[in-house]
């Protein structure tokens, strides 16, 4: 079965001859980024090696929220909120962006304790944020039948259609002069006495002064190829979305078997709470090393498996030139298959926690691949050993939510504008100048 159908993006018809900054990658932190650029009066490239937000941009469970946020990221995640806030209005287009607040729901006293040391995160923001049991939880989810000690609660948090986000960005960044061009893989950055003076694409070379990778899971492969180093893995999660649903939950909540979000259309969007998939590669014998702390860490909620991804990345070249054909323009989209027996359980659950769904229609199901970092925070920063070259990626399942601020941030660092929050948390180098990998503490 195909992935979800994000809304169609036309390409431009030429390919331009010079722009300030291309942005390589058309998921939500590409296309932010480029709106960005192009309504401060940056000439940009949007491109797009297949269809915009085709990737995890769409896939992803629609969730905008700060509950739970690694403390790196919460400065962002406030200025994303009040970006989404608005974006409705500042594109043109719907988003189905709502406020609706997260449950994430305690397994147990430890993970009870643990939300309520989060919640702390947030008082000097002044954002409502507490854990709530007995009458308060049944309220926000009225027929439940989760077992739960108690659950985080952020009326904050909202939700948003993945399938409509970075389309609706991308169309509102041309029509403030960008160009966006899909089907079109930038093959290689172009580097004249050490920093970058454009890009090589499979259409022909573009001249820029700068240059974004935001490639998502796709974003290792080309920075390697550019001689740099980026840790990064992929994980896959698997998605399922209902039919209209009637008298189902309006507040979207996380358990331990699954998480749910009702859609604009009166669906629901339901995935995995916990099973993730890890595919062994490769690369996961080359970074071992640097991503053993996040293992240890999240061992129980991973499910690693021996399959033809390997052989696929096997296969995959490291290293070409820009007159030759890429892994970008071999594989368009990335669609893997959603894993049957995790999708079957996050249903069952979901069924049994909410007897509304019960003989509800599954209309469609998919997976994503999810670009990870070792400590699960995500890039976004310059390289300094290539001078005009930036990253924005490892947004390790954030990066929905997120997405308008880290664009916003992005922008700043490329202008040269005063940033919106502090990006030192967010260097590349901190993988790489002795900083010691820290995961925020599970629960």
Known sequence: MPGPSPTPVASDPTLPSRVDVVVIGGGIIGTSTALELAERGHSVLLAEKGEIGAEQSSRNWGWVRLSLRDPREIPLMIEAIRLWEGLEER??????YTKCGILFAAAGERSRAGYEDWARHLEPHQIAC?????D???DLLPGHRIKTSGALYTPVDGRAEPQWAAPA???AARESGAHVMTNCAVRSLDVEAGRVTGVFTEKGGVACDSVVLAGGAWSRLFAGNAGIELPQLKVMNTVLRTAPVEGGPETSAWTDDFAIRKRADGGYTIATGEGNVVDIVPDSFRLMRQFLPALRAEWSALQFRLSDRWWTEARMKRRWRHDEVTPFEETRILDPDPHERLRNRSWAAAQKAFPALKGAQVEQSWAGMIDVTPD?????SAVDEVPGFYIATGFSGHGFGIGPGAGKLMADLVTGASPVVDPHALRLSRFSDGTPITLMEGF
């Open 91 to 96: 594109t043109g287009r719907k988003l189905g």
């Open 130 to 134: 507490r854990v709530v049991d007995g």
């Open 136 to 138: 308060a939880f049944d």
């Open 169 to 171: 960005i991308a169309e």
């Open 376 to 380: 699960a925070v995500p890039v976004i």
